[in-house]
């Protein structure tokens, strides 16, 4: 449906394709904040901190689509904002990395 209504939205034929070309897609989605009693569920200096900037998660299973690329787009594009980012680093032993949270929240009240 996108490539479809993007397509749509452009004014002449070939604007469609340099569109595309000139673009890069982030895949966004929430993070939690640490809860006091679950912090030793996240990596000491890599823990999201609410109202401290923009979250990158990073996981070394890669169950997130952040990559070094993305990632720099993001700070750079914060920092000509002046907006703040910060690394959210998930712990090599946690089961997180689907939507919402929902297995960090399940592996936390199960400890």
Known sequence: M?????NR???APGDYARS???SFLISADMTH???PNYASKHQDEH???LNAGVAIKLNAKQRYASEV??????KRLAALKGATCQEFQVR???PCGSTVGRECTAACHSS
Not at 2 to 6: E, F, G, I, N, R
Not at 69 to 74: T, Y
């Open 92 to 94: 090599n032993d946690s």
């Open 33 to 35: 904040g640490v809860h």
């Open 2 to 6: 996108l490539p479809s209504l993007m």
């Open 9 to 11: 939205l452009s004014p």
């Open 47 to 49: 823990k999201p901190t």
């Open 69 to 74: 690329l993305g990632a720099f787009l993001v």
């Open 20 to 22: 595309i070309a000139k």
